[in-house]
C-alpha cells in the first residue's frame, strides 16, 4: 500500500482482505471493514455508501498502523479498543481477556436463579463484564467483584461506569479479602487451559491476552480445586455457585461440586453444544 496511488475505500478493504488473509487472519475483509471504520469515524453504512471516497494521507496512515498490529496478530478487539457482550460496550484492553459471547450462557443462567434484590460475588472481574451485566439486569440486586490484577481492576471500575453499573470492586485474590462475608450467589470465569495446551492456542490468545487468566494449572482445574471447597463458607442458605468450565471437563467439576455439599448440580452448554458452565446450590 503505497502513498503514490489513489487509494479509494474499496480499494483499500481489497488489498488489506488479501494481506490479512495471507498473514493467516480468518474473516480477512470483515476485519478490515471494521477497521476502515474506526479509521474514518464511520458505520458499516457509511462504509459502503463511501466506496469510491479517496483516502486522505492522515487517513491512510491511521488504517496503515491498525493493519500492521493485526497482521501480527494482535486481536481486533485490542485494537478498536472495545468488544460487545451481553448487549452492553466494554473497553479491553491487553490486561484483560477479550469477553467472549459464550460467556454468556453464564450470565444467563445467573439471572435465571438469583433473586431479583440479590448479592452476588463474581471471583476473577476481568474486563468486569459479568459482574456489569448481571448489576444492569439485576437493578435492584448488589453486586461485588474480586480482582487480583490492578490494572484489570482499573479496567472493570471504567467499564462499570461507561454503563451505568454500580459495583462495589474488591482488590484481591479469590476470598482472602471477604471473611465474613455470605452472598446469594457466586460466579467466576476462572483460567481453565490446561499449562500444556497453552502453546497451542491461536496466536490471538497466546501472545496478547494475560497469561494468568488463562493458565489453569496442569490439568486446567487448579482454581476450582481453590473456589468450589470456599464457597459454601459465602454462601448464604439455599445459594448457588456457577463457574465457567472448558472443553471436557464437566464431569471433573461436578464432581468437585457434589464432595463440597452441592445439590442440585446442573451443566449448560453454550451455542455450539459444548458443556460450558457447572452450577449447583447449597443448603
Not at 44 to 71: C, I
Not at 94 to 107: K, Q, S
Not at 190 to 211: C, K
Not at 266 to 271: G, L, N, R, S, Y
Request: glycine residues 12%; aromatic residues 8%.
Amino acid at each position: 500500500m503505497t502513498d503514490k496511488e489513489t487509494w479509494t475505500t474499496l480499494k483499500v478493504l481489497n488489498w488489506t482482505k488479501g494481506y490479512l488473509a495471507e498473514k493467516g487472519v480468518e474473516n480477512a475483509r470483515l476485519e478490515a471493514e471494521w477497521m476502515l471504520c474506526e479509521s474514518l469515524g464511520l458505520d458499516r453504512v457509511g462504509l459502503y455508501l463511501n466506496f469510491d471516497k479517496p483516502l486522505s494521507e492522515g487517513e491512510l496512515a491511521t488504517f496503515r498502523a491498525m493493519v500492521a498490529r493485526r497482521a501480527k496478530r494482535e486481536p481486533l478487539q485490542y485494537i478498536l479498543g472495545s468488544q460487545e457482550f451481553c448487549g452492553l460496550d466494554f473497553v479491553v484492553s491487553p490486561d484483560v481477556l477479550i469477553p467472549r459471547h459464550d460467556t454468556e450462557v453464564l450470565v444467563a443462567e445467573a439471572l435465571k436463579r438469583v433473586p431479583a434484590d440479590g448479592s452476588i460475588l463474581d471471583i476473577g472481574l476481568g474486563s468486569g463484564c459479568i459482574a456489569v451485566a448481571l448489576a444492569k439486569a439485576l437493578q435492584r440486586g448488589r453486586v461485588c467483584g474480586v480482582e487480583c490484577s490492578p490494572a484489570a481492576l482499573a479496567v472493570a471500575r471504567e467499564n462499570a461506569a461507561r454503563n451505568g453499573a454500580e459495583l462495589e470492586l474488591v482488590a484481591g485474590s479469590l476470598f482472602e479479602q471477604l471473611d465474613g462475608r455470605r452472598f446469594d450467589m457466586i460466579v467466576s470465569n476462572p483460567p481453565y487451559i490446561p499449562t500444556a495446551d497453552l502453546s497451542a492456542l491461536e496466536p490471538e490468545v497466546r501472545d496478547f491476552e494475560p497469561m494468568g487468566a488463562l493458565d489453569g494449572g496442569a490439568d486446567g482445574l487448579a482454581f476450582y480445586r481453590s473456589i468450589i471447597p470456599a464457597a459454601p463458607g459465602h454462601l448464604n442458605r439455599g445459594g448457588w455457585l456457577l463457574v465457567e468450565i472448558g472443553i471436557g471437563q464437566g464431569e471433573a467439576v461436578r464432581g468437585l461440586f457434589a464432595g463440597c455439599g452441592f445439590t442440585q448440580i446442573f451443566t449448560q452448554q453454550d451455542p455450539a453444544g459444548i458443556e460450558r458452565v457447572v452450577g449447583g446450590q447449597i443448603h
